[in-house]
């Protein structure tokens, strides 16, 4: 299963509203999650389930959608947040991440 | 505290072998299952392999037959064995660990394989 990120960088400012999505090549009902990874830094996770917030995690996160089309929500940026950004598929093996999405500062 | 300690990474040969080992601590290791993860500098995250609390496998195309994951449980450890290294497995490798088709939920902080003459 094949998932493709979109965009691959995005450049945004603090206190702006940013959604990142993720299209799977196949249907992977709500088994999709997201992490954030920091320079130098082992991924976070955020998000399981497709829209469940792992535990202590910002509210400012939020995911949404099934199937074959998921997106990533930031509320309301704040500085930590710049980072990249990847999804994974846990429908089936083997495994597969999107190809990230690099959050900048504008 | 809930922990994933990785060793072993280095410098090999193409076509060598090395041993990656993973100390896990803080949870009962035997009811997760347990993932390797790798990236390449400057590159995305690739899911290497898996291994279930059955001791089931998995791999990805790009590294089945030559890579072959196996746990301890009562040495709460994990390993990937890894043979017949290319240039093209240089990176940071990443043990984690998750439920069964649950998400990568605690990672270790990753140890570096580099494949070079």
């Known amino acids: 299963i094949q998932l493709t990120q979109s965009p691959s960088f995005l450049s945004a400012s603090v206190g702006d509203r940013v959604t990142i999505t993720c299209r799977a090549s196949?249907?992977?009902?709500?088994?999709l999650a997201w992490y954030q990874q920091k320079p130098g830094k082992a991924p976070k996770l955020l998000i399981y389930?497709?829209?469940t917030l792992q535990s202590g995690v910002p509210s400012r996160f939020s995911g949404s959608g099934s199937g074959t089309e998921f997106t990533l929500t930031i509320s309301s940026l704040q500085p930590e947040d710049f980072a990249t950004y990847y999804c994974?598929?846990?429908?089936?093996?083997?495994?597969?991440f999107g190809q990230g999405t690099k959050l900048e500062i504008k | 505290e809930v922990q994933l300690v990785e060793s072993g990474g280095g410098l090999v040969q193409p076509g060598g072998s090395l041993r990656l080992s993973c100390a896990a601590s803080?949870?009962?290791?035997?009811?997760?299952?347990m993932h390797w993860v790798r990236q390449a500098t400057g590159k995305g995250l690739e899911w290497v392999s898996a291994?279930?609390?059955?001791?089931?496998?998995y791999y990805p195309g790009s590294v089945k037959g030559r890579f072959t994951i196996s746990r301890e449980n009562a040495k709460n450890s994990l390993y990937l064995q890894m043979n017949s290294l290319r240039a093209e497995d240089t990176a940071v490798y990443y043990c984690?660990?998750?439920?069964?088709?649950?998400?990568?939920?605690?990672w270790g902080q990753g140890t570096m394989v580099t494949v070079s003459s």
């Open positions: 994974q598929q846990l429908n089936s093996y083997p495994y597969s």
């Open positions: 803080g949870f009962t290791f035997s009811s997760y299952d």
């Open positions: 389930a497709a829209s």
């Open positions: 984690a660990r998750a439920g069964a088709f649950e998400p990568l939920d605690i």
């Open positions: 291994i279930g609390t059955a001791g089931d496998t």
């Open positions: 196949q249907g992977i009902s709500s088994y």
